[in-house]
């Protein structure tokens, strides 16, 4: 089982920057895989970036991937996505999941992901 944790939400204007932290606790194996997702009111979850425990590979949105990074620090068992260039159609839920068994095909896919954080609200103002 994996549990999740997500931090850094918060307000911020258009252009503005914000880090999202992704804590994974673990108690057995270790995730293959961590994702970002959000939704924002009245819309569908939506894929944000993904990143393999094991290597680096990664996947991000269209809309994000000139403007998002995601890293990890696997001695703390942390993911983070770096939100840069902020802009109001960014402001949603921000929710980190887990995939215990994945090929890097299918990053973006949110069916793959077995265990899902709480969400962290990210508001981006015009």
């Known amino acids: 089982q994996v549990q999740l944790a997500e931090s850094g939400g918060g307000f911020v204007q258009a252009g503005g920057s914000l880090r999202l932290s992704c804590v994974a606790s673990?108690?057995?194996?270790?995730?293959?895989?961590i994702g970002w997702f959000r939704q924002a009111p009245g819309k569908e979850r939506e894929f944000v970036a993904a990143?393999?425990?094991?290597?680096?590979?990664?996947d991000f949105a269209g809309p994000v991937k000139d403007r998002f990074t995601i890293s990890r620090d696997i001695a703390k068992s942390t993911v983070f996505l770096q939100m840069n260039s902020l802009e109001p159609e960014d402001t949603a839920v921000y929710y980190c999941?887990?995939?215990?068994?994945?090929?890097?095909?299918?990053?973006?896919?949110?069916?793959?992901?077995?265990?899902w954080g709480q969400g962290t609200q990210v508001t981006v103002s015009s």
């Open positions: 999941a887990a995939a215990m068994g994945m090929s890097s095909s299918a990053l973006s896919r949110a069916s793959v992901y077995n265990y």
């Open positions: 673990r108690r057995a194996s270790t995730p293959a895989a």
């Open positions: 990143i393999m425990w094991s290597r680096v590979t990664t």
